[in-house]
């Protein structure tokens, strides 16, 4: 199993930037790719970026350019940068983690909240 914690959401200013971080624990060595989903109000999750264990990244058509997602994996956390924020940014954000063959885990989410 893995335990996922995120940490970092906040209140920012449109304009403004945040940094996400995701601290995994468990059975971390396994982790094959992490991710960043968020889940605006009346929406469904959607993938923000993913980096793979070799650090291969993928990002949203809206973030590319503005988010980075990084992996560390001595540390066993994920963080995503997050600049150039607006208000469609505003989302809950969960961290996520799958292990091939075994399942996914998510963490519990964090609240970004992007004032216009």
């Known amino acids: 199993q893995v335990q996922l914690v995120e940490s970092g959401g906040g209140l920012v200013q449109a304009g403004g930037s945040l940094r996400l971080s995701c601290a995994a624990s468990?059975?971390?060595?396994?982790?094959?790719?992490m991710s960043w989903y968020r889940e605006a109000p009346g929406k469904q999750r959607e993938l923000v970026a993913t980096i793979s264990s070799g650090s291969s990244t993928n990002y949203a058509d809206s973030v590319k350019g503005r988010f980075t997602i990084s992996r560390d994996n001595a540390k066993n956390t994920v963080s995503l940068e997050m600049n150039s924020l607006g208000p469609e940014d505003t989302a809950v954000y969960y961290c996520?983690?799958?292990?091939?063959?075994?399942?996914?885990?998510w963490g519990q989410g964090t609240q970004v909240t992007v004032s216009s």
């Open positions: 468990g059975r971390t060595s396994s982790i094959n790719v």
């Open positions: 996520y983690a799958r292990i091939y063959a075994v399942g996914f885990f």
